[in-house]
C-alpha cells in the first residue's frame, strides 16, 4: 500500500534527504496589474510544517516577492534538479497568482496554456515590451517536475502544491476581497482567444519507471475562483489550500492513502466555507499504481499539462 505520508518521513534502507522550495507573491511591482494577496501568511503554516515532518532548515528555500522573480524561480529549480539524489523527497509550493495564455507551441487542446505569475510577470502583452517571458508556464514548469523525478527515482517523492488560480471561466465580480488569479487571458492584442472550457482540459501526470512518484495538488477546480480564507481566530488572510493542507497534515498522525488524504482535503475546504455559497474543490493528481484516477472520490488534475 502507498501511503501519502511517506513523503515526509524517512525511509528504512534509503539514502534520503528531504529538500523543499516554497515561493510566496504577494507584492507585485506597482504597475504590474496584479492584486495584492497575502501569499506570504502561509509561510506561517507552511514552513513548519514542513520542519515538523522532518525537512531540515537548510534544505527549505524560500522565495518572496522582488526574489521570487523568473530568473530566480528557475535557479532554485536548476538547484533542486542539481541536488536531487536517488531516494530523496521534494516538496514545492507556490502561493502567487496564476493565468492562462494563448498556447505558444501548439500542444494544449484548448488552446490555452496555465501559467505561474511571478514577481516579475505583468497581467498584459505589451508588444516589444513584455510578452510572457516572466511567466512560468505549465510546460517548462513540467520539464524541471521530469528533471527532479528522474533524479530522485523510484524510490524518491515529489509533491506539488500549488495555491494559485488561472481559472478563465467564472465571473470574478465577487464581493470576496482577495482571489488569486485572473479571468484575463495573456495574449496579444489582435489574436484569436479561445473561449476557456473546462471540459477540454485535458490533464495528465504521467508514469515512469525510471521516475519519482509524484502528487500535485492545486487549490480549485478550472471553473472556480481560489479564494483566500480569513482564520477568524487571528483576523488573517492565507491561501484556502495552504490553511487545509498544513491544517490536515498537523491533525493526521497516522498514515493515509493518496485517496484517503485527497478525501480529506476535500473535507477540510468544504469545511473552510461551510455556510457561504461559493464552493471550492481541490484538485489533486498522483502517479501512484494503487491509486487509479478511475476509482478516485474527486476530481484529479495538475496545473502542468503534459
Known amino acids: 500500500m502507498c501511503y501519502f505520508f511517506l513523503f515526509l518521513l524517512a525511509v528504512l534502507g534509503i539514502a534520503q534527504t528531504n529538500r523543499a522550495l516554497v515561493v510566496a507573491i504577494e507584492e507585485y511591482?506597482?504597475?504590474?496589474?496584479?492584486?495584492?494577496?497575502?501569499a506570504t501568511n502561509d509561510l506561517r503554516l507552511v514552513v513548519p510544517m514542513l520542519i515538523d515532518r522532518g525537512y531540515p532548515t537548510?534544505?527549505?528555500?524560500?522565495?518572496?516577492?522582488?526574489?521570487?522573480?523568473?530568473?530566480?524561480?528557475?535557479?532554485?529549480?536548476?538547484?533542486?534538479?542539481?541536488?536531487?539524489?536517488?531516494?530523496?523527497?521534494?516538496?514545492?509550493?507556490?502561493?502567487?497568482?496564476?493565468?492562462?495564455?494563448?498556447?505558444?507551441?501548439?500542444?494544449?487542446?484548448?488552446?490555452?496554456?496555465?501559467?505561474?505569475?511571478?514577481?516579475?510577470?505583468?497581467?498584459?502583452?505589451?508588444?516589444?515590451?513584455?510578452?510572457?517571458?516572466?511567466?512560468?508556464?505549465?510546460d517548462e514548469f513540467g520539464q524541471y517536475l521530469d528533471?527532479?523525478?528522474?533524479?530522485?527515482?523510484?524510490?524518491?517523492?515529489?509533491?506539488?502544491?500549488?495555491?494559485?488560480?488561472?481559472?478563465?471561466?467564472?465571473?470574478?465580480?465577487?464581493?470576496?476581497?482577495?482571489?488569486?488569479?485572473?479571468?484575463?487571458?495573456?495574449?496579444?492584442?489582435?489574436?484569436?482567444?479561445?473561449?476557456?472550457?473546462p471540459e477540454k482540459v485535458q490533464y495528465t501526470v504521467k508514469s515512469n519507471k525510471k521516475f519519482s512518484p509524484m502528487a500535485v495538488i492545486s487549490a480549485c477546480r478550472p471553473d472556480e475562483l481560489n479564494y483566500e480564507y480569513k482564520n477568524p481566530a487571528d483576523g488573517s488572510y492565507y491561501g484556502s489550500l495552504s490553511y487545509a493542507f498544513c491544517r490536515l497534515m498537523r491533525e493526521k498522525e497516522e498514515k493515509l492513502t493518496h485517496t484517503e488524504l485527497f478525501r480529506e482535503l476535500e473535507k477540510q475546504m468544504l469545511h473552510l466555507f461551510?455556510?457561504?455559497?461559493?464552493?471550492?474543490?481541490?484538485?489533486?493528481?498522483?502517479?501512484?499504481?494503487?491509486?487509479?484516477?478511475?476509482?478516485l472520490p474527486i476530481p484529479y488534475t495538475m496545473m502542468s499539462k503534459r
Open 29 to 38: 511591482p506597482a504597475g504590474s496589474g496584479w492584486a495584492t494577496i497575502h
Open 147 to 197: 528533471r527532479i523525478r528522474l533524479r530522485a527515482g523510484p524510490q524518491g517523492h515529489l509533491v506539488v502544491v500549488l495555491d494559485a488560480c488561472h481559472s478563465g471561466t467564472a465571473d470574478r465580480e465577487t464581493s470576496e476581497r482577495y482571489v488569486r488569479g485572473t479571468t484575463y487571458i495573456f495574449a496579444p492584442e489582435n489574436a484569436e482567444i479561445p473561449e476557456p472550457d
Open 58 to 138: 537548510e534544505n527549505i528555500v524560500v522565495l518572496t516577492n522582488r526574489n521570487a522573480t523568473k530568473s530566480s524561480v528557475v535557479k532554485e529549480l536548476e538547484r533542486l534538479v542539481r541536488d536531487t539524489r536517488r531516494g530523496d523527497h521534494v516538496y514545492i509550493h507556490f502561493s502567487c497568482h496564476g493565468q492562462q495564455m494563448i498556447d505558444d507551441n501548439g500542444d494544449e487542446p484548448d488552446r490555452l496554456d496555465e501559467a505561474l505569475v511571478l514577481y516579475d510577470a505583468r497581467r498584459r502583452f505589451v508588444a516589444g515590451k513584455y510578452e510572457g517571458e516572466n511567466h512560468l508556464r505549465d
Open 274 to 295: 461551510s455556510g457561504r455559497k461559493r464552493k471550492q474543490t481541490p484538485f489533486c493528481e498522483t502517479t501512484h499504481e494503487k491509486n487509479h484516477i478511475s476509482t
